[in-house]
């Protein structure tokens, strides 16, 4: 079984390498949205430093759920998702590897973009390695909470639609601690209480996110 596992995943990656545009647009996305923010609001230092962590957390949180609507909506409409089921993997942990898949190429390309946008709006070398600490929390918690939404909504009419109305209220908690953490680094204050925060509602999610998911691709191959 845990080979039969890291062969999907290893799957999942060669396929998103042989379909980059998907992570190229939702990088692309993320930078350029956040571009836009110093446009809007001016080019005072002072603003742009304080809110910076919000600006990166939001458009993190954007651009991942930009891949989102195809994560098993390609294997459904090819019929490839019966397949995978008859691998022997269960359910849950078949979705699971698709959300490892997902955090691999959206999450990880999104913190290391995060990096030189920091730096753009205002933020000190200082401050990178409390940002992507939080970042990293964050974008693994999106992927399992975006995995399971798509998983949900998976064969439902408009579901594209529906996928980040399901996702952006769960998303809240993440968006309030993450920004909050990247916040007190910046201002000198100790952040691992929100960095607690963060890996316990991970510590929650990984077990609880593919199991619903699972029971969406069950009911959707039904």
């Known amino acids: 079984m845990p080979g039969a596992f890291i062969a999907l995943v290893r799957r999942e990656l060669r396929l998103a390498l042989r379909h980059g545009a998907d992570t190229l647009a939702a990088l692309l996305f993320f930078l350029l949205c956040a571009s836009l923010f110093p446009l809007a609001l001016g080019p005072s230092p002072t603003l742009l430093h304080r809110l910076a962590p919000g600006v990166i957390w939001v458009c993190a949180l954007l651009a991942s759920l930009l891949p989102l609507d195809r994560l098993f909506g390609s294997e459904i409409e090819d019929g490839a998702l019966d397949q995978l089921l008859m691998l022997g993997l269960p359910p849950g942990l078949l979705a699971l590897a698709k959300m490892m898949a997902h955090w691999l190429t959206t999450g990880l390309p999104l913190l ?26 964050g974008t693994l918690l999106l992927s399992l909470l975006g995995g399971m939404a798509a998983g949900l909504v998976l064969g439902a009419r408009r579901g594209g639609v529906l996928l980040p109305l399901l996702v952006l209220p769960l998303a809240t908690p993440i968006l309030i601690f993450g920004a909050a953490a990247a916040d007190a680094a910046a201002n000198g204050r100790s952040y691992a209480t929100e960095l607690d925060f963060l890996g316990a509602f991970l510590a929650l999610a990984l077990p609880l996110c593919p199991l619903a998911a699972g029971a969406g691709l069950r009911a959707a191959s039904a």
Do not use: K, R
Not at 114 to 136: C, E, F, K, R, Y
């Open 112 to 137: 290391i973009a995060a990096v030189p946008l920091t730096l753009m709006l205002g933020g000190s070398p200082d401050h990178i390695v409390p940002l992507l600490a939080g970042l990293t929390l």
